[in-house]
């Protein structure tokens, strides 16, 4: 703009001197020149001043990653994998920016091989409790065991390889399909990847894209829906092969038709391995082993489906508001 409006005054002022007599036409072209010339280095000077501002914010950012404090890893066991159970002692958890107890005194058991749900609320801290299991965090009292050992008494990287998630928002890196999911395992082969996609309900939609597995996906995976997204990170959790999964709301944002691709998956992905499942859609969760239903960052009941809607009011209503889609006040005003 500031350039525009050089060269307009210029020519402006120019035929003003012309029209007196007082400049020539080659005086106004030679004017012009110059004031075009003029702008060459001030438009340099502002794409430093730009890039500049650009380096410096990535200097702070890079630095605060540099800079962060390492995850705790004082555990010197190995982890060999699951035997027998994971048991929740006494849990309590607060969150270091809020002085709201998130859990409370929590206690349960999750066999080998069970597909448990911790169902509840927004904010009964379900996911909080998978955070601890993984140990994004840990807890300010309580144990969680495996086999009577405490996880913290286990490396992070032996534990870790033992665990895989699927949650609602599916990161995927800027890069290809294959390469999304080659870095899972070191050594997996191509053909490996085939079998899993296709357990994953992908691998048709992925062989049906133009240059199919060396498909870009984009910045976090923006060329893909969001079935798409999720049942490649099925796929990744399959070629993981945890012996612990969890599943937090993986379905939640999905329709119906997506959804019963994205549930078959599943029902192939825990097949044989111990499974926690997290999901506001009931419907996702009725054939779990058991059911922990939690309120306020407590364990109020547990139980199969039948159990739980038979002796809790909770548990009731909240399968009651999703029966066949609708509202039960709806279903009423429509009877």
Known sequence: MLEFVGKVGVTIAGVFFILHG???????FFFVMIAGRIYAPLQTLESAYRNTIKNVVSFYKTRELLEMVDEPNEGTKIFEGLKKDIVYNQLSFTYPSNDREVVTDVSFEIKRGQKVAFVGH????KTTLTQLLTRFYDPISGTIEIDGTDIRDFTLESYRSHLAAVFQDTTLFNDTIRHNLEYVRDGVTFEQIREACRKANILEFIEGL?????TEV?????KLSGGEKQRIAIARAIIADPEILIL????SALDAKTERLVQEAFNILMEGRTSIIIAHRLSTIRNADTILLFEQGKLIGSGNHDELYASSPIYREMVDYQKDGFVEEKIEILQ
């Open 22 to 28: 007082r400049m020539t036409i080659g005086d106004l």
């Open 122 to 125: 927004t904010g009964s801290g």
């Open 210 to 214: 133009e240059q199919g597995f060396d």
């Open 218 to 222: 984009g910045e976090r995976g923006l």
């Open 248 to 251: 937090d709301e993986a379905t």
